[in-house]
């Protein structure tokens, strides 16, 4: 596999990761005890930092991105073995 497909699996993990980290460790404002201010959502954050919530995505990411090289590499999963309607794949077919 070319390092440019790597590195283009890489990012769509990370875009994924993104909405995986997301809504872990956010406090609202009532949470926190802060003020309101006026048009503010009860539901949006009280704080949002970037910094850490990008080194969150980036950790969860390259787990992810690892875990794909790795079956690519030694194909722990293939796409044969959700061919459900192959009877000769089935677990279940006899022997």
Known sequence: ?????????YFLCWAFSV???????????HEAGGEYVPGQAESAPHEFR??????RVTIVATILWLL?????QFGWITPQ????FDPSNSAF???
Request: aromatic share 22%; glycine share 6%; proline share 5%.
């Open 19 to 29: 909405f995986l980290v997301l809504p872990f460790g956010v406090r609202t404002t």
């Open 50 to 55: 970037f910094g850490r919530t990008a080194l």
């Open 68 to 72: 794909f090289v790795l079956n690519y």
């Open 81 to 84: 073995m959700f061919d459900f």
């Open 1 to 9: 596999m070319r390092w440019t497909s790597l590195l283009a699996i």
């Open 93 to 95: 077919a006899p022997s």
